[in-house]
């Protein structure tokens, strides 16, 4: 299972950016797909996460009305829409897949399966 992640950049506080997770390598119906970030000297927080099939989503406080996570289940692909961005939001974001799609595992890191590679945003104020 692979998952790519891009979209990062370098935007100004307020911009909009959008991430994408492409999925390969496996079947992902049975999946939720999530979004961390990590900022330096930070520990690795739950953003937003979405079932495969996009019926369920779920979104860390923080982040609640400014992003939006959706998927495109012919393009193995999940979305992450961010607006209104703030310095605050600088981080890596990583891309994830988690197999146990209940609630309280969907906000672990730790529980997640899969892993793609970090896309660094960064907010200037």
């Known amino acids: 299972v692979q998952l790519q992640a891009s979209g990062g950049g370098l935007v100004q506080a307020g911009d909009a950016l959008r991430l994408s997770c492409a999925a390969s390598?496996?079947?992902?119906?049975?999946?939720?797909l999530g979004w961390f970030r990590q900022a330096p000297g930070k520990a690795r927080e739950f953003v937003a996460a979405?079932?495969?099939?996009?019926?369920?989503?779920y979104y860390a406080d923080s982040v609640k009305g400014r992003y939006t996570i959706s998927s495109d289940n012919a393009k193995n692909t999940v979305y992450l829409q961010m607006n209104s961005l703030k310095p605050e939001d600088t981080a890596v974001y990583y891309c994830?897949?988690?197999?146990?799609?209940?609630?309280?595992?969907?906000?672990?890191?730790?529980?997640?399966?899969?892993w793609g590679q970090g896309t660094q945003v960064t907010v200037s104020s």
């Open positions: 994830a897949a988690v197999s146990s799609v209940v609630t309280t595992t969907i906000l672990r890191p730790y529980e997640y399966d899969y």
């Open positions: 979405i079932t495969w099939s996009g019926a369920t989503t």
């Open positions: 390598g496996g079947t992902f119906s049975s999946y939720a």
